[in-house]
């Protein structure tokens, strides 16, 4: 069988098979989900997040989003959405610890019973993570354990790997390392920059993170 040429790569792109496991939709019953939104920048998986809830293949609700940067587009993605939004700006804590106290904070005031990191730039503290003991879930643009903690689009060109990915994982105390709840699998074409390669990875973490918080509620 002769092998693609390279203007057969983009062929390789967004494929079910790629994610695992492979997650049937579930019908979720019972009460909606109760869920807080951390994050940092464009808020494209916010808005994914809220398309699956709309769409009924995830039965949440989105109690609030937090976000610690002023300029931070999510928040104008809450607001069409209707999702009370709070600024808790780092730079206006003197610890790390102070921060997370306050989102505690927050989210219990808003009920909030699982906690969605959708590119959330901050390392967290034990006051976060025992206040939400496995109920919180972030979603990292590399398969892990490869190439964790920041740059890992830039890490996973550099090393000059084939496939990379996405993952969406329980958050503990050592960044990226928690227990894995679904993966989606990228070709790395011979063109990408990090630009093209993240925008390929972001389409599949659209698709993963909903299904995964479907998963982590369901086990
Ligand atoms: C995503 O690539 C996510 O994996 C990483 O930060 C990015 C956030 O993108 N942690 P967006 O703000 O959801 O568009």
């Known amino acids: 069988m002769p092998l693609p040429s390279v203007s057969d790569e983009s062929s390789f792109d ?15 019953p019972g009460a909606p989900l109760k869920l807080g939104i951390l994050a940092s920048g464009s808020g494209s998986n916010f808005e994914a997040v809220a398309e699956a809830i709309k769409n009924g293949q995830l039965n949440a609700h989105l109690q609030v989003l937090i976000y610690n940067n002023p300029q931070a587009k999510v928040v ?25 106290a306050q989102i505690v904070k927050i989210l219990q005031q ?26 919180i879930i972030n979603i990292h643009p590399s ?16 090393a000059g790997v084939k496939i990379t990915g996405c993952t969406v994982h329980l958050v503990c105390l050592e960044v990226d390392t928690g ?14 920059t990090v630009a093209t390669l993240h925008d390929r990875i972001q389409v599949q973490e659209h698709r993963i993170l909903p ?9």
Do not use: C
Not at 14 to 28: E, Y
């Open 14 to 28: 967004s494929t079910p098979s790629l994610v695992s496991p492979s997650v049937s939709p579930s019908l979720m």
């Open 76 to 100: 104008e993605r809450a607001a069409r959405w209707n999702v009370p939004a709070v600024l808790l700006n780092h730079r206006d804590f003197d610890s790390r610890k102070e921060l997370d």
């Open 110 to 135: 808003y009920s909030v019973d699982w906690v969605i990191m959708a590119g959330w730039m901050r390392i967290v503290t034990p006051v976060l993570i025992d206040a939400f003991p496995d109920k």
């Open 143 to 158: 398969l892990l354990p490869s190439f964790r903690g920041a740059k890992a689009v830039e890490q996973a060109l550099a």
């Open 179 to 192: 227990k894995i709840l679904l993966q989606a699998a990228v070709p790395v074409l011979s063109n990408d």
């Open 211 to 219: 299904q995964a918080i479907a998963l982590a509620s369901a086990t």
